[in-house]
């Protein structure tokens, strides 16, 4: 089994690669010239690759070629021959754009692979769904999933060129931004199965409402057969009340606790560190904490059944789970503890994971810094005012904010916070400062905001603090 990333596995001429995005090569002698492997970044390029460079409004990379042939690349594209240094000796291909030459290579390639694909969308979870799932096919399948967060336009090409010819299954992330960037990578990749984890307020900045989310979502379909099968969080509100309106022709299945759920779980209690749920008679138990991963972990037994696995198939999966970076992930440090979900943040995955902060155990003292939720749109005040009403200070011993849309989640946990609990920090360095005189022995502190915010500065700035 492999991640993404162990292999980059596209083997083809540059005669082949021309053909595959309607390019020209800079001289025919080159044409049977063996091309293993495509990079977008000079950095990691490896000898013998493909060098597409992306030309963005403050990024060109066409002025890495030089740099990629010192290490070895075979050859290149470009859209503008007369930005080729004149000291670069290897050949090219002529296409109009090179990011759509990305795309269209992808996309011819994904029409020879015979993999089975896993589509997976959603607000929240993504992430945790596809290395759960990878680490179950794994156990009977040749497996790849998206590597990091390779979700978007480029990020999925450079997945599926990513993917080798005898993969069986292959496990990508779909991302969107906005309107039609799910119906692109989704054409790109034609899922067989297709998932939509749930929908939040994430990205309302430009889809506007949780309607606009799920319709963003569901452009997911658009690369899938007929016959493909569509899989979908009932629990989830906005879907139960919205997907029943819409005329899907795929297989539509849901999964989750309501009794309309065509794979119905039961919650079960459980120690802080892991989850339990089960399913008709079978029990699952999970290495991982917060009941929301449930519903992920839930829908990986779905998909995993389908797909032939038996019950000791993915109980040995579950077993080998690791909770991803800066996702939800309890650092034991000298004295103290650091829940580190410092990744994203939205309304919904901050309140889940204040309730895993509030529900593990054994903690003289319990301390949540807190940053800006990005892309919540036109309602971004309100969405932050109303977490911050939410904090319970029963449960919360001291809460520090940083970030102008996080001042109004401080504000707002005013209403059930003392004033000498809750604090508020233009700059970074002062909340660490305060943090570090906050901290005592049996301590946890819970860390969450957008990526934008950088909270991972944090994290590493307090883990080698000495109580």
């Not at 000298?334 to 995955?349: C, E, H, R, V």
């Amino acid at each position: 089994m492999m991640a993404l990333g162990d292999l980059k596995m596209i083997e083809k001429t540059l005669s082949e690669i021309a053909h595959m995005i309607n390019g020209e090569i800079s001289d025919e002698k080159f044409s049977a010239i063996k091309i293993k492997g495509v990079s977008t970044d000079s950095r990691t390029i490896d000898p013998g690759e493909l060098y597409i460079p992306l030309v963005g409004e403050v990024f060109d990379g066409r002025i890495f070629i030089k740099e990629c042939e010192d290490k070895g690349a075979e050859a290149f594209i470009i859209d503008d021959p007369t930005k080729i240094n004149k000291t670069v000796s290897i050949p090219y291909v002529r296409v109009a754009d090179t990011k759509k030459a990305l795309q269209d290579l992808a996309t011819a390639y994904r029409k020879e692979l015979s993999c089975k694909v896993i589509g997976i969308t959603g607000s929240n979870g993504k992430t945790t769904t596809k290395d759960l799932l990878y680490k179950i096919l794994s156990e009977k399948y040749k497996t790849q999933k998206t590597c990091g967060n390779l979700n978007n336009e480029i990020g999925v090409p450079k997945t599926v060129l990513s993917l080798d010819p005898d993969t069986e299954v292959a496990i990508i992330e779909l991302g969107t931004d906005n309107f039609g960037d799910i119906s692109l990578t989704s054409r790109m990749v034609k899922p067989h199965i297709a998932m939509i984890t749930n929908i939040g307020d994430a990205h309302l900045h430009n889809l506007k409402t949780r309607s606009g989310i799920l319709k963003a979502k569901l452009e997911i379909l658009e690369g899938m057969e007929d016959d493909g099968i569509f899989i979908y969080n009932i629990d989830d509100p906005t879907m139960k009340e919205e997907i029943p309106t819409y005329d899907i022709k795929q297989k539509v299945l849901s999964f989750g606790r309501s009794d309309k759920a065509d794979f119905k779980i039961v919650f079960e209690k459980s120690p802080t560190s892991i989850i339990r749920f089960s399913h008709e008679n079978d029990h699952f138990e999970v290495p991982l904490m917060g009941e929301h991963n449930i519903y992920n972990a839930a829908a990986v037994v779905m998909i995993s059944e389908m797909l032939g696995l038996n019950k000791e198939m993915i109980d040995a999966g579950f077993m080998e789970v690791k909770s991803s970076q800066n996702r939800t992930e309890l650092l034991e440090c000298d004295g103290f503890d650091i829940l580190d979900d410092s990744y994203k943040s939205n309304p919904q995955s901050l309140l889940a994971g204040l309730e895993t902060t509030y529900m593990l155990e054994g903690y003289k003292r319990k301390i949540v810094c807190l940053a800006d939720m990005l892309e919540l749109g036109e309602n971004e005040v309100d969405l932050h005012r109303e977490v911050g009403k939410k904090l319970d200070s029963k449960k919360i011993d001291y809460a520090l904010f940083y970030g102008p849309l996080a001042k109004q989640m401080y504000e707002a946990s005013l209403e059930n916070f003392p004033a000498d609990r809750t604090f508020y920090f233009n700059h970074k360095d002062e909340l660490i400062e305060k943090l570090k005189s906050l901290v005592i022995g049996a301590s946890l502190i819970f860390v969450k905001g957008s990526h934008g915010m950088h909270m991972e500065e944090i994290i590493e700035s307090i883990k080698n603090f000495n109580i």
